[in-house]
């Protein structure tokens, strides 16, 4: 139910990014760990270089 999830951005002052995964249900980490392992790398290496730029 993706629809549910649609449009929420004006909730997250700080940035907001939906990820949807065809076929995951409320065990992603278990369903779609490279996924998850990907989003927590990219948010991580964002946060990274936001605090070495500044």
Do not use: C, Q, W
């Not at 549910?4 to 278990?30: C, M, Q, T, W």
């Not at 779609?32 to 500044?54: D, F």
Request: charged share 30%.
């Amino acid at each position: 139910m993706t629809k549910y999830s649609e449009g929420k951005e004006r909730f997250f002052a700080n940035g907001y990014e939906r990820r949807v995964l065809p076929d995951v249900g409320h065990f992603i980490p278990r369903e779609a760990p490279a996924e998850v392992l990907t989003a927590i790398r990219e948010l991580l290496s964002a946060r990274a270089l936001y605090k070495a730029i500044g």
